[in-house]
């Protein structure tokens, strides 16, 4: 049996000497998928980067295919939640998609048979060829982060690490990036992704739920409760998952990032 895209025991994560989440214990078979569920602060997205490698680890042990976090960038799509604003010339959309091409023969390597098709493909399955042509800067937010998961896509990555790639995205696209997260797992990647929401995290195969600790993780199917949810967010609930309501804790609004770098992008 192969081992996992990423094995974590009794691990620690946070940044500097702050300890963000420990405990996490956690199996990411290849070809499988596992959200991370939870507010801001709550520590998915430090435990996203410490997967990626952005982040050293604080204890605990942590294996990224097979060895240790990054160790072997080109295997690996990092997409975060913050993006470049300042681009000198104005990069058109397939630009900035064919920049997920990169890893694989290095920035001024030359371009392998087979690129164009993969960042057309990759575009089309985020139905925006239509826009290859357009600057980034003239782009709705939804447009751009469509931009930037056709990015990651086209890299072709072992191991894609997502950072709420749902945001500013509609029901429509929303729904187009669990076909995705399905698609790169049948492909044979493994798909770890940052979210807080629910039914984006139902369509995995696997769920953390966060809180500044691990509230519950196991089978999405298993796991996502409506008691867990409400532990997890502080929340409310009336009938479901798809009524809650009212925050009624507060402290876990304060912005994980508030004490460290942004996360990068792809770029």
């Not at 976090?69 to 295997?75: C, H, L, S």
């Amino acid at each position: 049996m192969s081992a996992p895209a990423v094995r974590a025991a009794g691990l620690a994560v946070g940044w500097g000497s702050h300890v963000v989440v420990d405990r996490v214990d956690v199996e990411v078979p290849a070809g499988t998928s596992l959200a991370l569920v939870g507010t801001n602060g709550s520590g998915k997205s430090t435990l996203l980067r410490t997967i990626a490698g952005l982040l050293p680890v604080l204890g605990g042990e942590l294996e990224v295919l097979g060895g240790r976090p990054g160790t072997q960038p080109a295997r690996v799509a990092y997409l975060g939640q913050f993006h470049p604003r300042g681009f000198v010339l104005p990069l058109r959309a397939r630009d900035v998609v064919a920049m997920g091409r990169y890893p694989s023969r290095g920035l001024v390597g030359r371009p392998a048979a087979g690129d164009d098709d993969r960042i057309d493909q990759a575009m089309e399955r985020m139905r925006i060829g239509h826009l290859a042509r357009r600057p980034l800067r003239d782009l709705s937010g939804g447009q751009q982060q469509r931009v930037y998961i056709a990015q990651a896509l086209a890299w072709e990555a072992d191991l894609m690490v997502f950072d709420e790639p749902g945001s500013g995205l509609d029901p429509a696209a929303h729904e187009l990036l669990r076909e995705v997260v399905r698609a790169e797992g049948a492909r044979g990647a493994a798909v770890i992704t940052a979210t807080h929401d629910i039914r984006d995290a139902a369509a995995c195969d696997q769920a953390m739920l966060l809180a500044g600790r691990v509230v519950a993780a196991g089978p999405a199917a298993t796991v996502i409760t409506p008691q867990a949810v409400a532990e997890t967010f502080g929340l409310v609930l009336t009938e479901g998952l798809g009524d809650m309501v009212v925050p009624v804790d507060g402290h876990h609004c304060a912005h994980e990032h508030g004490d460290q770098a942004p996360a990068d992008g792809l770029l």
